[in-house]
């Protein structure tokens, strides 16, 4: 069983940065993509990018420019940089890993999140 430990978050004051980090049980490599979520209080979980087995990374508008998705495949870890954060970027964040092996079997994996605040 995979399992997914983020670890990262914390109190920062709006402008500042974190980094998080998503460590999986097993190679990451394995995976098709690894992907960072994030859920504020009273709203739906949202996509906030991922970086796939090649490397390439994708993000959504919102943190474009801000956000970056690392990985260390020696260290099966992936990290989350964030900066120049806002109050709204409040959240839980979440790392997930997917792993496609056909049209009909595609597994995904979860971590228990890290909770990121933003507040002066």
């Known amino acids: 069983q995979v399992q997914l430990v983020e670890s990262g978050g914390g109190l920062v004051q709006p402008g500042g940065s974190l980094r998080l980090s998503c460590v999986a049980s097993g190679s990451i490599f394995s995976f098709n993509a690894m992907l960072w979520y994030r859920q504020a209080p009273g709203k739906q979980r949202e996509l906030v990018g991922l970086i796939n087995r090649g490397g390439v990374t994708n993000y959504v508008d919102g943190v474009k420019g801000r956000f970056t998705i690392s990985r260390d495949n020696a260290k099966n870890t992936v990290y989350l940089q964030m900066n120049s954060l806002k109050p709204e970027d409040t959240a839980a964040y979440f790392c997930?890993?997917?792993?496609?092996?056909?049209?009909?079997?595609?597994?995904?994996?979860w971590g228990q999140g890290t909770q990121v605040t933003v507040s002066s």
């Open positions: 997930s890993a997917i792993d496609y092996r056909n049209d009909d079997d595609v597994r995904d994996y």
